[in-house]
């Protein structure tokens, strides 16, 4: 039980870090398909990151440097793909479904290919020992020490980021401007906000904390080993959906990650089933996501509905 | 304030929307970003090899890899012909504006419902002139139920159908794999191909799928252009509230739609399944689903174009193919990075499509023109 617990809240990062970016984007009014493959850039970014920083310090690395060299790269790496889909669907005004699904096609197919030939893997387990170390003291303090000390900084790093969010979203200007563009880009825009500064920062930055995600599952998560970009594009897709099962709210989303990921476990903490058991339990996700999306449309009171104006590109001169 | 004369400063360019843009201009500017991404594709795969191969070599690769020999030909047109029959299957949903991301999962539940029939029917030793048509029944309504249930719920109570679709791929994936552990129970996930219960060959194996998605094409376009129900199609997907004011039943067209979606999803599972592999996989859909929004999208949703989107799409995939072995990039990724590219190119068409750019100097003249 404890094992499962736990084992949820470590993958839960993910999931937290995709939805977050996603929410990010969404309140500016723009539904980015691309969150998954840019979760998958963000991977790409962050494991160059950590291979490249491995090789200068030949396995010796200091914990705060290599958190920030994983932070930065990914992070990065991430923003810079967001930036093709800001600047195809902000200054081109293109359809934002289909950019994100091109952007998720090239994403994937780009970490695959970099990973595999340019990545030296080789400090990778080091790497990862070193960014999933938890205090030093949480193993003596029993069952609380297991629950809620045992994990590496991103996942608390992660937590911090959604409350976070969940303040500028709700407390700031800032944060009243995005949602304002979110509902109603024309108003937002008479009442003198820029509408493009606006949207280009909260893609960017959305994207940024995206490909956290992709970064720690390979770093965090597995410990550092790697076999393809396609589990990271379906935990990116699952992200998209925690988006509406958390109602457009960051702090939802901590619980509703954990309880996402706690389903995506199941069939792999429970022993003595049968191939066929395993395989139908693997089922249980995508059929909760299901559950979720039918009963938040079906309840449908005016609190969890989307930004207004979400998927609609703003041109001034159209109305 | 120090700001004004800033603001008061004419901006160094605006964009202004255009009237309609003639075929060949339009034609045109897609031929010049398809072959800047190309190229930009090239340059990349040029400077990466290690096998000193340059930047042309790359259009010699593609080509070889498509058109090389006999057999890559029919290849070619076996995948050109399975790539246009899924996105024919996604083309009314998404001029309804129906999001419809699960083609990948239509397409493979219905393999796996054909198999299901190929596989009890060797099993039993039954006669193939009972199985065929079981076959065919079997997987069209696999597909019709796996594209129907979203369209319901996107009817009654506006659940998000992107999303619900994806969740559908996902969970054909998952069915595919569990019948995989009951049929062949050693864990080694490997499927054995069933060759005695299949559908008859036409002078080639993939004629039957030319053939098939010949008629589909057609059908699609006639059913689109001339009926009805196509025009219902097109005007739910322009403006719903129009549609619902001059009394279309737009619940009923939804749904009525995905069913065709479903039908034809299930046609290419019956082909893929019972004419071309014989036996079921994960990734039997290959993907498919995806590309063929592209491919519909580029054709702006005209059946005739997508034929030369699809070609373009298959060439360059299936041409990457060869570009790996000439190359030596051991990763099969690398089309995807490619078809990423050209996609983003081709995207951005869009834009130069709609939208002109006006510079500060033109627009000053135009200006005095107008005095």
Redesign the interface.
Known sequence: MTSLLVGSISLATVFLFGSIGEIITEKAGHLN?GIPGIMCVGTAGGCLGVSLYMEMCNGNASWILLILVALVFAFAFAAIVGG?YAL?TVS????Q???G?????????????FI??YVDRTHFDAASKVLSSSLPFASNLGWFGEVFLSYGIFVYFAIAVAIATTYFLNKTRAGLHLRAIGENPATADAAGINVTLYKYVAILVGSGIAGLGGMFYIMDYIGGSWEN?STIE?LG?LS??LV?FSMWKPHFSIIGSIIFACFYILAFKITGI???QM??L??LP??I??IV??AT??I?SKGVQPPAALGLNY?R??R | MANTKKTNKEPLFHIVKRDNMSWPKRLLIYAIAIIIGFLITSVFCAVSNEKGKGVWDMFISVYKGSFGTERKIWIFLQELALLLGVSLAILPSFKMKFWNLGANGQVLISCLACYACMYYGDKAGASPNFIIPLMIICSISAGVIWAVIPAIFKALFKTNESLFTLMMNYLAVGLVSVFITIWFPKGSGSVKPINTIVLPDIYKKQVLTLIVVSVLTVFMTLYLKMSKQGFEVSLVGESENTARYVGINVKKVVIRTLILSGIICGIIGLLLVGSINHSVNENMANNRGFTAIMTAWLAKFNPLAMILTCGLITFISNGMSQVRMDFGFYNNALSNIILGVIYFFIIGCDFFITYKIVFRKKAKKQKKEVN
Do not use: P, R
């Open positions: 398909l093709i195809l081109m005004h293109c359809n479904n289909i950019t699904l091109a952007i998720t096609t090239f994403g994937a197919g780009f970490t695959q290919f595999d030939t970009a379906a897709w998209v959906a509406i049968t191939f066929t395989a139908l693997k089922l995508y059929v996501t299901i999306l039918i449309s079906v449908g041109f001169e159209e």
